[in-house]
Structures are given as structure tokens and as C-alpha cells.
């Protein structure tokens, strides 16, 4: 077997018997028995690239090179799994990563695929710049609207992609009947699961084939390490993206491995906390005399409430809206904020604002995803909700 070019015996799985506990339990405790030589409680780093064998092919645990598997790694894939309902999970070295092999495992030349018509800016442009050069098509359609999807689709469409929330306009898609429909024309289902996080969101459940997520977000959770993820629950899926992660190489390394792994640990209060602060946000913003529109999943006059209340626990840390006094408006709003910090990224315990269209975004200009010009997003953090609700109060004016 010639250096790293090999599968590491070793899978992340989640069957380890934890599938009936609750989420917290499965975030601190799948993948993470106690150290069997120290009893350390808390995964070591394995900073290393390479494994002593005990003869040729005679692998300790199945570990061989550091790109094909590490222990720190298979902790957080197997946690991954645990906490999105899946039996595979994948460690990337980013979000992009992580949907960049899911399309090179699974799609060819000629096929053709359906993203929203609001997806993510580095979304679109690795599908309009990367996949498409590749030979890879895609349509843009309104992924709130089932038969929208279905006019986008033809003979070639072989993966139905799917944000819910999107990113950053928050659109709900219906996952149950749009995998219906995918699957019924032969096409698997991707949902990115980023804006809602396993533990507001359970895709799989609901019929998507593959959950990817930036982990950089609400699953690392403090702004300090970039990462991505791939989950799946079927072996046939699950193997054609082990041969793709370890023959492309985007892996997460022993540190943000660590790093993302401790972060997974305290989803599920931050994100009732993220809820909590954002539902108060949203109710400010939205009898607020210079907003002119708030979209929020968790506002009634959402058009995607009741999607959202059947398939989401809670509805999330992410607002965007727009301003009723256009662009300029909206980027200075940006510029007045103090305890909103201005940047992009989401997800973490700090609250963050940002204009889509001049910064997240800008990649989709001039494009059918351009974004509103007077739309601001803000990932509302875990401070104190009397500061954020200030804070806008008095950057608003």
C-alpha cells in the first residue's frame, strides 16, 4: 500500500448505541469514550502524520497516514454522525471543501443540477465557476416552491440542493416533499444544514440523502477554526465520499478537529440562547418605522413559519432585513453598530452584521442571486439581549 493512498480500516460511525439518547448526551459523549491508557475525558490531538506499523500492513487501530484518517478526526466524524442521525460523518478542511467533494463524488460531465435562487455566494460560485467549466449544469430556482423545482428539473438532473434557512434572504424549503420529488425523478437530495444546525434540524429524517455544513458556524460556535462537514446514512454514499475525501485531501486537520469537537459539545444551549436573543430581535425589527421588511422564520408573517415550525425545533440565530431607505442606508447601519461587530461569517457566541450584497454575497452581483441592496443580515450571538436590542436601537436612529 503506498504512503496515504490507502482507506484507514477506521469509520466514523454513529451506531455505537447512543442513537436513543438525547442530543447533548450524543454531542459530549458519541465518539468521545474516555482515554483507555490516561482516562482523559476529553479527546487527546493527534498531531501527527504518520503511524507506526507493526509490520508491513499491520496497522494499530487502523490508522496508517494522517490525510486517510486520525483519531482526533474520527472522534469529531463520529459525533457528526451521532448528532445529525446519520452513520457516516466526514471531517473537511471547510465548508466548501466539505460540498466541493460531495459534487466531484457523486456528479460527472452532463449532469445537471437545481440550487436555490438565493443560495449562499461561495455556494454559487463554486457550482457557476468551478462545476460548471467541469461540464456540471445547474439551474437556479425558488426552492420554497415545489413545483418550481420540478420545472427546473430535466433528464440529466441528478442532485436537488437545498439551504433551509437560505443564505441570507432565510427562505424555508419543505425537505419532506422536495426529496419526494427528487427521488421520484432519480436525483439525490443535498440540504445544507448550516443556518439551522443539527440541533434546531434533522435532514435525514425528513429524507435528504446528504447534510453538508460550514462547521466554522453554530457547530464550532466561537469564531477560532474553519471547518466543514459531510453526513450521510447509507454505505454506498458513504464510500464513494471516503474515496473522494481522502483522494482530494481537503481534511480537517488534528487541531480544528479539537477545536470543532469542543465546540459541538455546548450546541444545544447556545443555540437556545442564539433563538432566544434572535426572537426578541425580530419582533424589535419588525415595528421598527426604518425596517421595511424582516425576515425571520420565527415572525408569523414569514411565508415559510409554518415549514419551518414542522421541520425545525426552534427557528435560529440568523435575521436579515431590509432597510426602508435603501443601500446606502443599510451600510451605514453596518458602520454604527458597537456590540454587533461588522464581518463576515456566522454562528458564533459574538454577534455579527454584515451587507450580503457587498460582502457575503458579492460573488452573485449582476447574477439571477444578486441580493437586495438594502438588506442587512446579522447573526445575533449569546450576549445580553438588552445590549443587541440597543445597540440596533440606536445604529437605526
Not at 466526514?90 to 466539505?98: D, H, N, R, T, V
Not at 452532463?110 to 467549466?133: E, M, Q, S
Request: hydrophobic share 40%.
Amino acid at each position: 500500500m503506498h504512503e496515504g493512498t490507502g482507506f484507514t480500516p477506521v469509520q466514523a460511525v454513529a451506531g455505537d448505541g447512543r442513537a436513543a439518547q438525547g442530543f447533548s448526551t450524543r454531542a459530549i459523549h458519541a465518539g468521545q469514550e474516555p482515554d483507555p491508557l490516561t482516562g482523559a475525558v476529553v479527546p487527546p490531538i493527534y498531531a501527527t502524520s504518520t503511524f507506526k506499523q507493526d509490520g508491513v500492513g499491520g496497522l494499530r487501530g487502523g490508522y496508517e497516514y494522517s490525510r486517510s484518517g486520525n483519531p482526533t478526526r474520527t472522534a469529531l466524524e463520529t459525533c457528526l454522525a451521532a448528532v445529525e442521525g446519520g452513520t457516516r460523518g466526514f471531517a473537511f478542511a471547510s465548508g466548501l471543501a466539505a460540498e466541493d467533494t460531495v459534487l466531484r463524488s457523486l456528479l460527472a460531465p452532463g449532469d445537471h443540477v437545481v440550487i436555490p435562487n438565493d443560495a449562499y455566494g461561495g455556494t454559487f460560485r463554486l457550482f457557476d465557476k468551478v462545476a460548471l467549466p467541469w461540464g456540471v449544469r445547474y439551474t437556479a430556482a425558488s426552492i420554497t416552491d415545489v413545483a418550481a423545482v420540478e420545472a427546473a428539473m430535466d433528464s440529466d438532473t441528478k442532485m436537488v440542493w437545498i439551504e433551509t434557512p437560505t443564505n441570507p434572504l432565510l427562505n424555508i424549503a419543505d425537505i419532506e416533499r422536495l426529496a419526494d420529488l427528487a427521488h421520484r425523478r432519480g436525483a439525490l437530495v443535498v440540504v445544507d444544514n448550516t443556518f439551522a444546525s443539527p440541533y434546531l434540524q434533522q435532514p435525514l429524517s425528513l429524507g435528504a440523502d446528504i447534510v453538508v455544513h460550514s462547521t466554522t458556524k453554530y457547530i464550532g460556535g466561537h469564531s477560532d477554526v474553519v471547518g466543514g462537514a459531510v453526513v450521510v446514512d447509507d454505505d454506498d454514499l458513504a464510500e464513494a465520499i471516503a474515496f473522494h475525501h481522502n483522494s482530494m485531501g481537503a481534511v480537517a486537520g488534528p487541531f480544528d478537529a479539537f477545536l470543532t469537537l469542543r465546540g459541538v459539545k455546548t450546541l444545544g444551549v447556545r443555540m437556545d440562547r442564539h433563538c432566544d436573543n434572535a426572537e426578541a430581535i425580530a419582533e424589535f425589527l419588525a415595528g421598527h418605522a426604518k425596517v421595511a421588511e424582516v425576515r425571520y422564520p420565527g415572525l408569523s408573517t414569514h411565508p415559510g413559519h409554518d415549514v419551518a415550525g414542522k421541520q425545525m425545533k426552534r427557528y435560529g440565530g440568523m435575521i436579515a432585513f431590509r432597510h426602508k431607505d435603501g443601500e446606502q442606508a443599510a451600510v451605514d447601519v453596518c458602520a454604527r453598530t458597537e456590540v454587533f461587530t461588522l464581518g463576515e461569517s456566522l454562528g458564533g457566541v459574538e454577534s455579527l452584521i454584515e451587507h450580503p450584497g457587498r460582502m457575503t454575497h458579492a460573488s452573485a452581483a449582476g447574477s439571477a442571486l444578486e441580493v437586495p441592496g438594502d438588506l442587512v443580515r446579522l447573526s445575533v450571538g449569546i450576549e445580553d439581549a438588552d445590549d443587541l436590542l440597543a445597540d440596533l436601537r440606536q445604529a437605526l436612529g
